[in-house]
């Protein structure tokens, strides 16, 4: 069963509440996005393959992470599991989940063929992640303690110090596998709609 965190003002981060709200609004803050984009994209042909292919790498990705972390990585509050995860994707970066959401939304912008627009994007998943991570941080290290903190020291946030060789890829259970893809139906629907909508734009355009 998950465990919520109870926190003391001194363990939180500065940015715990910016970090929770943008946290609780995380499926939602791309909305801007994709209105800037039917509104001012202009996609080619170059552009709609690579926006594709980062948008699909992007959620197997966060396929593959899920079948790690489990269910645990769709909840709204500061809950956590039991253990701490560091199998997997989760032995490289700490967050392979916003590594996949990351590969997503810039698969949006990339799609739109205007430079800008793949600019702001950046700009702005970086600013609302940065102080999401500050919140989920606060939870993590309340909750692991010293184990957190020397994961931290071992495992980078974002960028993974080396690439993993074939065989030292760890591979999830097939029943690990199927959770996540339970767990990710929404994200899928969600992307599965987005993709058609950009399809459609993009044959209209020409």
Known sequence: MEKRVEFDNETRSPYFNIGETLFQLRDY?????????????????????????????????????VAFIGTVSRTRSSSTG?????S????????PLYVGNFLITAGISVFSGTIWIMVLTVLAFA??????VEYEESILREKFGAEYDSY????????????PKLEEIEWPSPA?????????????????AIITLLLLFYGKSR
């Open 176 to 192: 690990g596998i199927v959770e996540s893809l339970k767990s990710e139906r929404r994200t899928l629907t969600s992307i599965f």
């Open 88 to 95: 997997g994707p989760f032995a490289y970066v700490r967050n």
């Open 29 to 65: 803050t791309p909305i801007p996005l994709l209105i800037i984009l039917f509104l001012y994209a202009s996609p080619n042909v170059i552009s709609a393959t690579l926006g594709m292919t980062c948008i699909i790498l992007g959620e197997l990705f966060r396929i593959y992470s």
């Open 82 to 86: 039991s253990r701490l995860i560091t």
């Open 127 to 132: 600013g609302q992640y940065f102080f999401v």
């Open 152 to 163: 931290c020291k071992t495992v980078p946030a974002w960028f993974a110090k080396r690439r």
